[in-house]
């Protein structure tokens, strides 16, 4: 049975950090794809931050460039989000996901979800 787990969500005040993780189980960690996707109350879900099989190619939205940081340990079947100088409008569950191969931002053909963490950004 597959699990995806996410952990370290919270309440921050604005500028400040936060490092989401997300664990699975019952795949093989290493031949899948992570991303983490966030959504808003009221908008659609759109994607954060993706980053390859090896952790060697990454990708993230315009809007959390140069402030998220996405890695991976696949000893560990872990993957985690280092967010930085977070904002307001960062606030969202965030969620984890597995996709077979291939990195992409796009939620379809992400085949396992996590249930998601809350990330609350205070101004």
């Known amino acids: 049975q597959v699990q995806v787990v996410e952990s370290g969500g919270g309440l921050v005040q604005a500028g400040g950090s936060l490092r989401l993780s997300c664990t699975a189980s019952g795949i093989q960690f290493g031949v899948y794809a992570m991303a983490w996707f966030r959504q808003a109350p009221g908008k659609e879900r759109e994607g954060v931050a993706c980053?390859?099989?090896?952790?060697?190619?990454?990708d993230y939205a315009d809007s959390v460039k140069g402030r998220f940081t996405i890695s991976r340990d696949n000893g560990k079947n872990t993957m985690y989000l280092q967010m930085d100088d977070l904002q307001p409008e960062d606030t969202a569950m965030y969620y984890c996901?597995?996709?077979?191969?291939?990195?992409?931002?796009?939620?379809?053909?992400?085949?396992?979800w996590g249930q998601g963490t809350q990330v609350t950004v205070s101004s």
């Open positions: 996901a597995a996709r077979y191969m291939v990195c992409a931002l796009s939620s379809s053909q992400y085949a396992y």
């Open positions: 980053i390859s099989r090896s952790g060697a190619r990454t």
